[in-house]
């Protein structure tokens, strides 16, 4: 299951992407295990070059902002007019965290009036030149907000899993300061002059988003590390997301048998960890890490079945009792998190082993109360796909396919789900059911960025479950690549990665034969697409790195 992008990460079952078909047909295709999968798509039309100006279709813009409606350049410029700051949205349609921001922040008065002190622009990730755009501002992940400076400095990324009051806290301390994280972050390792909305506007920095923008990878740990200790203690909850953070990173450099922290260093985490989950002001700073980290953060303090393991365990599970209230209810997606989490304790010492009946009913009877109660488009999104996580979390792999095939007929966009269904089928050995699936997301994908991205999943399932099926992985092949003709700006960000991952795969499947054979005709297809583009522009660049660079020689069938 991956949890990633974003992350506010997006949330699936394994891939990303879907679209509406009648459920006859959906249907159908859980029986089509023997047929031929359907044919690829045809390419949908490039957008015109001269369509890098138009804005978003407005039905895409959440009511209650008066969001920019020229380009990005546009709004800087109005921006630098008017001396106000830029909040720049990248989100995209099918994204479930992009719904849940439209529902939990982007709705609320306390946002949308604010919204009058920056120039708002929403870019979503298949509107004309979006990945362009991505990669200047250094946007990866689905939803990442950033807020700049008239001059285009960037000041902050903002979090997406935290209430509305304390986003607009956030934004405020940003609009008022301007210190650009990045300064700060360096002052704050070097030692100098912090002061406490400094402080306040590092632990709320979106480092989920960040991309190794601001912090790699690699630095991460240490960072970290020297942020939690160096935190003044009258920010307890603030110091308490450096600390997640620290716990986090050290959970991502352990390996098996070779944990990131010794022994001393576990035991004085096990002590801090234990006297912060308590605290009410802690855990309503730190929702998000309490839904999303029990098994990372407990994992890397504690062994398997010692008593330190069930303490970690049993605090972090009074935590999350306490969470929500009248007083800041929690969304209906986090309360489904909730009760993942619950699972992902449950599941600590004994991944394999049944969860108990009292859980599993608890699971089903969340997912019911949402599922119910959840009417509107965003708010649906977000929600089934969480339901959608905790069902494959618990195991409950019946209900999950149960849920996503009924839910294609109301989402806004089924063809994410679609891809969760392919995982299920995937997962229980049904390899062309799951093939299916996949050809029927990428069929109904919508926008440019997105039916790329959703026809390289097809074609890597194609790659990895039916690599025999030379034909069908040639005629995806041109498909998909056709997605990317007569579009100058389709070489970057997102793309660009998926077009990377690609080459490696496709180079690693067809060494040898009619598979060497496919790499020629997909080679020589390439080329004629980056010829269409600009001679020194970045993206044809990218365009002609595909296939080429490791070339290797056909072979004899």
Not at 91 to 97: H, L, V
Not at 103 to 131: H, M, N
Not at 390 to 408: C, I, R, V
Not at 434 to 442: E, I
Request: aromatic fraction near 8%; charged fraction near 25%; proline fraction near 7%.
């Amino acid at each position: 299951m991956n949890l990633a992008e974003d992350d506010m990460s997006e949330m699936k079952l394994k891939s990303v992407a879907c679209t509406t078909i009648v459920a006859a047909l959906l249907l159908a295709g859980c029986d089509r295990r023997k047929d031929e999968p359907p044919p690829p798509p045809e390419p949908q039309s490039a957008p015109a070059a001269d369509a890098a100006t138009k804005t978003a279709d407005e039905s895409h813009l959440p009511p209650g902002i008066d969001w920019f409606s020229g380009d990005v350049d546009a709004a800087f410029a109005a921006a630098r007019k008017a001396d106000k700051p830029v909040f720049l949205y990248w989100g995209a349609e099918w994204c479930p965290p992009c719904a849940q921001i439209k529902t939990t922040i982007f709705s609320k008065r306390e946002f949308q009036e604010r919204s009058r002190l920056f120039v708002p622009v929403y870019l979503d990730g298949d509107t004309p030149s979006a990945q362009k755009y991505g990669e200047r501002f250094g946007v990866v992940g689905y939803p990442t907000m950033i807020l700049f400076k008239p001059d285009g400095t960037e000041i902050t990324r903002l979090p997406g899993g935290v209430d509305v009051a304390r986003y607009a806290r956030i934004l405020d301390v940003a609009l008022a300061d301007a210190r650009p994280v990045s300064d700060i972050l360096a002052a704050a390792r070097s030692g100098d002059a912090v002061t406490s909305n400094d402080w306040k506007l590092l632990a709320y920095y979106s480092w989920s988003t960040d991309a190794g923008h601001v912090l790699p990878a690699d630095q991460q740990l240490a960072t970290f590390r020297a942020l939690a200790q160096r935190c003044p203690a009258e920010l307890p909850a603030e110091c308490a997301r450096f600390f997640f953070a620290y716990l986090g990173a050290a959970a991502t450099a352990s390996e098996p048998g070779k944990p990131a922290l010794d022994g001393l260093e576990r035991a004085d985490a096990r002590r801090r960890l234990l006297a912060m989950l308590p605290s009410p002001a802690v855990q309503a700073a730190n929702v998000d890490n309490l839904l999303y980290g029990p098994k990372d953060a407990i994992g890397v303090l504690s062994s398997d079945g010692t008593p330190e393991r069930a303490q970690l365990t049993r605090a972090w599970s009074d935590a999350l009792d306490q969470l929500g209230g009248e007083a800041k209810p929690l969304s209906a997606s986090e309360e489904l998190l909730r009760v993942r989490a619950r699972v992902m304790l449950a599941r600590l010492d004994a991944p394999d082993a049944p969860l108990s009946p009292a859980l599993l009913d608890s699971a089903r009877q969340a997912v019911a109360r949402v599922d119910a109660a959840t009417p509107a488009a965003y708010q649906r999104q977000a929600a089934i796909n969480a339901a959608a996580n905790l069902y494959w979390e618990a195991g409950l792999d019946a209900e999950a396919n149960t849920l996503l095939t009924a839910e294609l007929e109301k989402s806004t966009a089924p063809y994410y789900f679609m891809l969760d269904l392919a995982d299920l089928a995937e997962k229980a050995g049904r390899k062309q059911e799951a093939v299916d699936w996949l050809a029927r997301a990428y069929a109904g994908a919508k926008g440019p960025a997105t039916r790329f991205q959703w026809g390289y999943n097809y074609l890597v399932g194609l790659l990895e479950m039916t690599p025999e099926d030379v034909q069908g992985i040639e005629r995806a092949g041109l498909a998909v690549l056709g997605e990317l003709d007569g579009s100058p700006d389709a070489f970057y960000q997102r793309t660009r990665m998926r077009l990377e991952q690609l080459d490696a795969k496709l180079l690693e499947w067809g060494q040898a034969g009619a598979a060497a054979r496919v790499i020629e005709t997909l080679r020589a297809r390439t080329g004629e697409i980056c010829r269409k583009l600009p001679e020194k522009d970045a993206g044809r660049a990218n365009c002609e790195k595909f296939l080429s660079a490791k070339a290797r020689p056909t072979q004899a069938a």
